[in-house]
Nanobody, 122 residues
Framework: QLQASGGGLVQGGGSLRLSCAAA????????MGWFRQAPGKEREFVAA????????IYADSVKGRFTISRDNAKNTVYLQMNSLKPEDTAVYYC?????????????????WGQGTQVTVSS
């Protein structure tokens, strides 16, 4: 129901824009989030946005470089990633939760996409 895309290989300092399209149901009233998982590491929070788009939160490691946004008419959430670093290399997952606030807790998210690989070379 959540399809993430836009990953790829990019040089350090470059940019990528991830998209997460929802199908089969409307997620306009859900909080939407992005998480990532590097090899051998736990899945970690990246960014989240409330259903109105009025509140966003970010992990400290990406603050100032990544921007989350959403288009409820298109049932799509985006993650603009700038100034990418090799440590941003991971599989990125989008998620949706029936939660009224922007949240970083994995347990608050009910639906998960399949992930898209982002690789940043040094």
């Amino acid at each position: 129901q959540l399809q993430a895309s836009g990953g790829g290989l990019v040089q350090g300092g470059g940019s990528l824009r991830l998209s997460c399209a929802a199908a089969g149901r409307t997620f306009s009233s859900y909080v939407m989030g992005w998480f990532r998982q590097a090899p051998g590491k736990e899945r970690e929070f990246v960014a989240a946005i409330t259903w109105t788009g009025g509140n966003t939160i970010y992990a400290d490691s990406v603050k100032g470089r990544f921007t989350i946004s959403r288009d409820n008419a298109k049932n799509t959430v985006y993650l603009q990633m700038n100034s990418l670093k090799p440590e941003d290399t991971a599989v990125y997952y989008c998620a949706a939760g029936r939660y009224p606030y922007a949240t970083s807790r994995r347990s608050d998210y009910d639906y998960w996409g399949q992930g898209t690989q982002v690789t940043v070379s040094s």
